[in-house]
Structure formats: C-alpha cells, structure tokens
C-alpha cells in the first residue's frame, strides 16, 4: 500500500502544508508520477532517512546540482564527502565564527541599515537581508573580488540550474557564466591564502591536506555550494524572523530581554519557516517497509518542511511558539552527516541583525509577506515602515 494523494505543484508554491498534512496522514512514502520520487515527510522517517545514510545516498548521480555547479559535499557519502567537509569546517565551526566574524558583521549591520534609517520604509528582503547577507558571505567565504551583489546573482544561477528540470539551455549557459566567474574569484587568492593563512573558508580549503592538496575546481565548487545555499538560506531566514518577532509581541519582548529565548527563536523561525524544504536521497539498495517496497536506484525526497510541521512531534505547528519542550529537535538545519556546516554562521548573522532591524524607531510590518516555494520556500518581500532617523551615524 503506498498512499494516492494528488499533489499540485503549482498550488504547493503558494501553500504547500495541506498538502504535507495529506501526506503525512496517508502513508510512510508518497509516489509522485510528475517527480518520480518517493516523498517521505513524516518526522520519524525523515529522521530515519537522514540516519541510514547507506540506504538513503546523497550521492546522487547526474544531479542538477553538480551539473549546476560541480561536485561538492552535499552530493558526496562517505570518505568523499568528509574530505570536503573537514577542509570547509574550521572557519565556521561555534567557537571560530565567535573569534573571527562578530566584529566584521556588526559592521556590516551597520552599513547595511545606514541607508534604511534615511527613509520610513523598506522591504526588509531587498533593502536589507539580501545585500547584508551578500556581504557577509564575501567576507567569511573569503571572496574580495566579489561584490555582495555577484553573491546574489550567482546564487540566483545556480539554484535557477538546480532547479532546471527542463534543461533550458539558456539557463545553463547562464549557471556556467557565474560559475565561471565564482573560479576566477577563488583562484585570485589562492596563492595569497597559502602564503598567509587567514579566517576565511577559501583559505581552509586551500591550506587542507598539505600532501594531497584540493584542486581548484573542488575548492570553487563547494564555495559555489556555500553561495548557492547560504546566500538564499541565510536571506530568508534573516528577513523572516524580524516579522514573526513584529507580529508577536509578547515573544518580541521577551527574547529582548533574554538571549536563552532569542536563540530559540531563531530555531523556532527556521522550524516555522524553513528556508531549506526538502533535499534528495537515492536508494543504493532495496528497501522494504509495511508500507512499500522501494528499489535500489529509486529517488527519494525528503520533506524535512513537513517534518517540521508534523504535529505529532510538533503541537500545532503553525504556531510560532518558542515554549516548545522539543524545539531543538527541529529539522531545519537537518539532520546526520549533512548537517547544515553554515548554521552558527546564520545564527551569528541573526543575532546580529534583528536586534538592530528592531531598533528601528517604530518599526511594523505594513502588509504580511508573500511566502513562496516548498522546495526552498522564503518570503518575497518584509514590507515595513518606521520612523526616520535625524541623526546620520558619524555626526557629531
Ligand atoms: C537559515 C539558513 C540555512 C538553512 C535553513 C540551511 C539548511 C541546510 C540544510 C537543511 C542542509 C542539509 C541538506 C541535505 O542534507 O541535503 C544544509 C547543508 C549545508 N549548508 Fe546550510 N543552511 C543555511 C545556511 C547556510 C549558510 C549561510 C551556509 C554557508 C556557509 C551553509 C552551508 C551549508 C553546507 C556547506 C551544507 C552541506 C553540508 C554537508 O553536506 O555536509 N548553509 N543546510
């Protein structure tokens, strides 16, 4: 028995959680005809997936992804993938983004809400988290020949080829041009980092395994991967919790006045809201449940969205509730081997910057944001309006 549930793609763009619900209340696995895949968005199994990873691979050939972007970890298993890994984690490991970034990304909080504070409205997606997000990315990945705007249009590139399941030429051919442009920016400090070690992820990578060195393309491949997940994720998630504080105020006042229930609010904004929605497994072997029988080669998708709002481990998920006795059980940042390599960089940025967005003499949200997507689901715009301010930062 596998369950039958209609899915409508387009609709789930717009609100894909009566559709997770269906899923979750019919069956352990959901065949989708359109995707060919096996959905599976229940909490426990997407716990068991992320678990078995010589059952559910990672390595999925002829991804969109490495085709968009080359190979890096995220597609890779075993002793390929923990090469990758190890090379990228010291820069953005707890206690390194501690030492190394706070002071560079309160400056740019700075300059980012500058601008803002000589207007009495903004749109807190375009105005603020995509630019800061852009310019903290080139900073910690170690990218100096980048603007934070070349950060957003790469990123945009790779993800419009991961997602390019009609195999649009013209999208390729875009995704190769800022491809291309992501190697000349790495190769630039290549010798630069190896002679001077420095902070940056860049640097990590070049200066790993001194008797094997990382080549180049494998070095720019898994910064690629960092730009395409960690400019989008890291956006949505920096405009989104803002407005959940705004259209919360009790919540609001509290994680003011104690950082225990501002880091829970940010778990409990990417548990709401996650900006990373599902992600692709494939079967290297048969498997077999009471509910179906899955072959070797079969792809599967995990719904760590649905995951998120399955309301036997989750009570009434749609709220924003950062009481949870289980909160930090939430699968936003997933879960296993996989496990976001970004997450203290992201919460360093919060942290960071929604106090300060915060601070905005009066701020409110003007209209509720328009949240799109399933796959990778963020809000469109954070429209707010506040007070201006006289003072311009500098002036005595
Ligand atoms: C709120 C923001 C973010 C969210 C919700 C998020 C979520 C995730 C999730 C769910 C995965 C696992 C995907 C899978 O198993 O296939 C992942 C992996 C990853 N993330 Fe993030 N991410 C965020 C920000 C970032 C940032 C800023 C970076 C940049 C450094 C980053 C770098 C990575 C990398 C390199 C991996 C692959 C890890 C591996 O394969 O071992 N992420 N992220």
């Known amino acids: 028995m596998t369950a039958a549930v209609s899915l409508d793609l387009d609709a789930m763009m717009a609100n894909p959680f009566p559709y997770f619900a269906a899923m979750r209340a019919a069956d352990q696995w959901t065949w989708s005809e359109q995707m060919q895949m096996w959905l599976v968005t229940r909490f426990d199994d997407v716990v068991f997936v992320d678990a078995n990873p010589q059952i559910f691979s990672a390595e999925v050939p002829g991804a969109l992804l490495t085709r968009s972007i080359g190979l890096t970890m995220i597609r890779s298993e075993g002793a390929a993938h923990r090469r990758f890994r190890n090379a990228a984690d010291t820069p953005l490991k707890r206690r390194s983004v501690q030492r190394s970034w706070p002071d560079v990304i309160t400056g740019l909080v700075a300059q980012h809400l500058a601008p803002l504070r000589e207007h009495s409205a903004a749109d807190l997606v375009q105005d603020f988290a995509g630019p800061f997000t852009g310019a903290c990315l080139r900073a910690v990945l170690g990218l100096p020949d980048a603007s934070a705007a070349d950060i957003e249009r790469w990123s945009n590139s790779y993800i419009g080829g991961l997602i390019n399941n009609s195999d649009d030429p013209d999208v390729w051919a875009e995704t190769a041009t800022a491809s291309a442009e992501a190697r000349d920016c790495v190769a630039a400090v290549l010798d630069r980092v190896r002679?001077?070690?420095?902070?940056?992820?860049?640097?990590?990578?070049?200066?790993?395994?001194?008797?094997?060195?990382?080549?180049?393309?494998?070095?720019?491949?898994?910064?690629?991967l960092m730009i395409a997940g960690g400019f989008n994720d890291a956006r949505d998630a920096v405009a989104t919790l803002p407005w959940l504080l705004m259209t919360h105020p009790e919540i609001r006042a509290r994680v003011a006045r104690e950082p225990a229930d501002f880091e829970r609010s940010i778990d409990e904004s990417v548990r709401w809201l996650s900006p990373v929605g599902s992600y692709p497994r494939i079967l290297t072997e048969d498997y077999s449940s009471p509910a179906a029988t899955l072959r070797a080669g079969d792809k599967v998708l995990v719904v760590a969205a649905s995951a998120n709002w399955d309301e036997t481990t989750f009570a009434h998920p749609e709220t924003f509730d950062i009481d949870r006795p289980n909160l930090d059980e939430h699968l936003g940042f997933s879960v296993g081997t996989h496990y976001c390599l970004g997450s203290h960089l992201v919460r360093a940025m919060v942290r960071a910057a929604v106090?300060?967005?915060?601070?905005?003499?009066?701020?409110?949200?003007?209209?509720?944001?328009?949240?799109v997507g399933w796959q990778f689901r963020g809000p469109l715009s954070v429209?707010?309006?506040?007070?201006?301010?006289?003072?311009?930062?500098?002036?005595p």
């Open 195 to 224: 002679a001077e070690p420095d902070a940056t992820v860049v640097s990590a990578m070049a200066n790993a395994y001194p008797d094997a060195p990382l080549s180049l393309e494998e070095i720019t491949a898994n910064i690629r």
């Open 355 to 371: 106090p300060a967005l915060l601070e905005l003499p009066g701020i409110h949200p003007t209209a509720d944001p328009q949240f």
């Open 383 to 395: 429209p707010v309006a506040f007070e201006p301010s006289d003072e311009q930062e500098g002036t």
